[in-house]
């Protein structure tokens, strides 16, 4: 283990913006690669597909958030140690999802009206701020099947809602609301609203030209609630030299073009994924400058999957940084579908370290917060899977291993013990402190001290272990990685 950085020399200058707020979740460049090192698996091909930006993000939260960790423990059970049971029931998923009937399909939609209501519930984003009564106006960009719209009308049913979603016979999913409720519906690719997304003009050589569209759909509508619940489907047809850039075409056209509809104060829905990778806490920060962010995971639908939603109400689009974002997601647009040699568009550039640093300097904690109640369901519903579970999780009566309510996350406890700084009593067995030790050494990374008083084996404690391991198998020499990060 390499030595703390040593402190940066300020000198009279303008001071980096890193070094302007010390927060405890700071973490050194070389504690950051350290980390990164030691939790890299040579034989992953997730590594080989996660961005340097994401791994960085990554190596803050197991420093700093021990729900993360618990998460990630399931993670690699389920998608390394039990790779091929974790693989066959994700393909069983996968081809449950691409070869739905009508039976499934209406499945889809009642648990689709479910998730809006639980939403709804737990942060009332269907009532937004600015809609008063009838005057509530909806847009749903990628709405079919249409569950949320649905779930809209259920609650307000003369809120006039619009959709935008993909055509059936371009692989789209059937829309199951009654037409006659929808006050507009544009059946199209959203990705291909031309006019909406660029001033500057097409590329004369790009393959399909005629394809894209100039309209601009409901342009003379402001919206109290727009929602952006597109998924990249594998049934589209699409050409192939889209299938590289499709999810950041298809992010940063929903983006735009809410950012765009939505009214000064409404409430903007956006699903997203990994809540612990750069892009999803990008947005979530870029979100925070202009508008107040929650993250929000039904406890049961999709429960096991990294998905969650962005809640993002009271939203600015007037504020410059809005305008700033909305720009850069248009070039981003713009290099995703017209960029690259053939002009027919270019991979995403992985953003610079600093970039990542400041935004975790800034919005690490905050994240954390946000991130806590998304992997704590998530890692309780791995853990009651037959592919991720270690058969560790604590529950109601304190058994483990059998189906049943699942208690608080013990990280929880643990945490407001060391905020209050008092030693924690479990209920399950009362009057016992889990040292803080243990939190402290895994914070500072040295063994946990032995107490007079028993300490509880935590899942920490499997953790720790785990990551020993991990340490021990990994090779010593720096890699190229390490190197990249280490020059900066
Ligand atoms: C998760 S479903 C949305 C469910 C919907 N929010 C509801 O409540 O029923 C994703 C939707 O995105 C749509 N979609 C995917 N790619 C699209 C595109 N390029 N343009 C328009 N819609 C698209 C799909 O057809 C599908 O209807």
């Known amino acids: 283990m390499s030595p703390p950085t040593a402190p940066i020399e ?112 737990v942060t009332g984003a269907l009532s937004p701020q600015t809609a008063r009564g009838p005057d509530m106006k909806v847009l749903d960009i990628c709405m079919a099947p249409g569950g949320y719209t649905a779930a809209v009308l259920k609650f307000n049913p003369r809120a006039s809602t619009f959709a935008i979603t993909l055509p059936k016979e371009q692989g789209g999913h059937p829309i199951h609301v009654e037409r006659s409720r929808l006050a507009g519906l544009q059946l199209l690719d959203v990705t291909m609203l031309v006019n909406e ?46 299938e590289g850039n499709e999810v950041i075409r298809l992010s940063t056209s929903q983006l735009i073009l809410a950012m765009q509809r939505i009214k000064a104060g409404g409430t ?126 604590v529950r109601s009566e304190g058994v483990v291993g059998v189906p049943g309510a699942v208690n608080p996350s013990p990280w929880r406890d643990l945490r407001e013990s060391l905020k209050e700084n008092v030693p924690l009593q479990t209920s399950s067995s009362p009057g016992v402190p889990v040292g803080p030790s243990s939190w402290r050494a895994l914070r500072e990374n040295v063994p946990p001290k032995s107490t007079d008083s028993p300490v509880i084996s935590s899942p920490w404690d499997v953790m720790r272990e785990s990551l020993k391991e991990r340490v021990a198998q990994s090779p010593t020499s720096p890699t190229p990685l390490d190197k990249d990060l280490k020059s900066i």
């Open 197 to 242: 997304f660029t001033d500057k003009p097409m590329p004369p050589n790009h393959p399909d030209r005629e394809k894209f569209l100039t309209i601009r759909p409901f342009k003379f509508h402001s919206f109290d609630l727009v929602f952006c619940d597109g998924m990249v489907l594998r049934t589209q047809q699409r050409e192939d030299y889209r």
């Open 268 to 393: 903007l829905v956006m699903l997203l994924h990994k809540i612990d990778s750069f892009p999803a806490a990008n947005i979530l920060h870029i979100f925070s400058k202009f508008s107040k962010v929650e993250a929000f995971k039904p406890q049961k639908k999709h429960a096991t999957r990294s998905s969650f939603y962005m809640i993002a109400k009271d939203v600015q689009p007037g504020h410059e940084a809005a305008k700033a974002v909305v720009e850069e997601w248009k070039e981003a647009w713009w290099n995703a579908t017209f960029g690259g040699e053939d002009g027919t568009g270019m991979p995403k550039v992985d953003p610079h370290e600093s970039a990542v640093f400041n935004i975790l300097e800034e919005f690490g904690e905050q994240l954390m917060e946000m991130g806590r109640p998304v992997w704590r369901i998530q890692g309780d519903a791995l853990s009651r899977t037959e592919y991720a579970s270690d058969g560790s999780i």
């Open 10 to 121: 300020v000198g009279n200058g303008p001071k980096p913006e890193f070094l302007t707020t010390k927060k405890s979740s700071l973490i050194s460049m070389d504690e950051l690669v350290q980390i990164m090192e030691a939790n890299t698996l040579q034989d992953d091909p997730r590594e080989k597909r996660t961005e340097r930006s994401s791994k960085l993000v990554k190596a803050y939260l197991i420093k700093n958030e021990p729900e993360f960790v618990r998460v990630l423990g399931f993670r690699d059970r389920g998608w390394m140690q039990n790779k091929d049971k974790g693989d066959a029931f994700f393909k069983a998923q996968r081809d449950r999802a691409d070869n739905t009937d009508v039976s499934g399909e209406q499945k889809f939609f009642r648990m689709m009206i479910q998730i809006a209501d639980e939403m709804n519930g």
